[in-house]
């Protein structure tokens, strides 16, 4: 399963230069973990780091225009940083998988003269086929929708040749709409297998809006494979797994169940029309509850256990304040989950989240952590807290993560 070591953020609200993990020109910076947790106060720009992969999967989808002008962002001139000219910029250091050379993906978003938003340039690098160390070499590069492509799995740019030497594995870009990523477009075709896989990698990226009420809407018949963003088709999904994985289901409701104080069983109920109905047998209780007449923490907990249990897992999951409605002991138990699912099984999903609940930072370790301040210009930094070495050193010690935050040991000193 491919995962993102590291990623950098230029000029997007107040996260005007911040960078997590490892990039190519960081080579010895710690890669993120399969769970990672950004953790920091209210307005230290947790919500805007949420939102930047946000932004950054809607301009694949509908174009960099309709993705600045979405109602949360309000267009390209809101979202630029304060007093920047330069353009709005992402950096994204990945692999496809262990074994193979990381891919550097970089996207400059600016606007024209017309004042519309449009894709300055457009960057995937790698190093070549057996080379360890060195720089690695475009096999895209646009600039203004304009630029080369090289196909196959290991062509690369070579500077070292004479202009028309590698002409039979390159190819002249020139994009129709600026406005549309050049991935978007290349990542359809056969040849470049490695676009199509890194367009793919970033369609299936999974952020969570999970909405309670959504959730308790009676569904509409005819079961669904995955759980889309808001949790309104949780009926259906539950529909496509008792059809699909009827043995397997039954185990991962028992599984669930067990997760969720009060919570004796969980099994399902099908109506005349063929909907499939979640019932939760709470141990107070002689008849079950409908999931429409549960809570939200229950609804919300069962969602993010059932989203981990997907046969086919995205890659990469955001979600922003999963403790949101939560009781405070089921914070430990979802962080253990999640990270138990991202350091699992081949098809698992790489976890970020951003949060400002110590219990739940209490079950993860320092190399999970980053922490997002407000500097005194009003822009964001980040910091590792297993940069901390009296915050390693506690924790060597048995002291909980979560404890030593609310204490301000991770505060800035």
């Known amino acids: 399963m491919a995962q993102i070591e590291g990623f950098r953020i230029q000029n997007f609200r107040s996260l005007r230069d911040v960078t997590l993990g490892r990039l190519y020109g960081a080579p010895t910076a710690p890669v993120l973990t399969p769970l990672t947790a950004v953790i920091g106060k209210n307005g230290a720009g947790k919500s805007t780091l949420f939102d930047a992969f946000g932004f950054i999967s809607d301009c694949l989808t509908m174009g960099v225009e309709a993705a600045c002008d979405q109602k949360q962002r309000g267009g390209f001139e809101r979202l630029r940083s304060m007093g920047a000219a330069a353009p709005i910029g992402f950096e994204i250091y990945y692999r496809e998988a262990?074994?193979?050379?990381?891919?550097?993906?970089?996207?400059?978003i600016d606007v024209d003269s017309s004042g519309r938003p449009f894709v300055a340039s457009e960057?995937?690098?790698?190093r070549r086929r057996n080379q360890r160390q060195g720089r690695p070499f475009p096999f895209l590069r646009l600039a203004d929708g304009i630029g080369m492509v090289w196909a196959g799995e290991d062509a690369v740019e070579r500077p070292d040749l004479k202009p028309g030497e590698e002409s039979n594995e390159r190819d002249v870009v020139r994009l129709t709409d600026p406005r549309q990523l050049g991935i978007a477009t290349l990542g359809t075709l056969k040849d470049h297998p490695r676009i199509e896989r890194f367009r793919d990698f970033l369609k299936g990226w999974y952020l969570s809006y999970f909405q309670p009420d959504a959730a308790r809407g009676l569904p509409s018949a005819g079961p669904q494979r995955h759980l889309n963003i808001h949790g309104d088709n949780l009926g259906n999904v539950v529909q496509f797994m008792q059809r699909e994985h009827k043995d397997r289901f039954a185990s991962?409701?028992?599984?669930?169940?067990?997760?969720i104080p009060g919570i004796k069983r969980i099994d399902t109920a099908v109506t005349e029309d063929k909907r499939v109905l979640l019932r939760f047998n709470d141990s107070g209780f002689q008849d079950p509850f409908f999931a429409q007449q549960m809570s939200d923490g229950t609804l919300k907990v069962f969602a993010y256990l059932l989203l981990l249990e997907d046969p086919d897992p995205p890659p990469f999951i955001c979600i922003e304040e999963p403790e949101n409605g939560l009781y405070h002991k089921l914070l430990d138990v979802l962080a253990r989950e999640f990270r138990a699912h991202a350091t699992g099984k081949a098809r698992s999903s790489q976890i970020f989240v951003t949060t400002h609940q110590p219990y739940f930072v209490d079950a993860l370790a320092p190399e999970e952590v980053w922490i997002l301040e407000k500097a005194e210009d009003g822009f964001s930094v980040v910091r590792h807290a297993s940069d901390l070495e009296i915050v390693r050193n506690l924790v060597a010690?048995?002291?909980?993560l979560g404890g030593l935050w609310y204490s301000d040991y991770l505060d800035a000193r």
């Open 397 to 400: 010690e048995g002291l909980p």
């Open 123 to 126: 960057v995937l690098k790698q």
């Open 252 to 259: 991962i409701l028992a599984r669930i169940a067990e997760r």
């Open 98 to 108: 262990a074994d193979q050379r990381p891919i550097t993906y970089e996207l400059a």
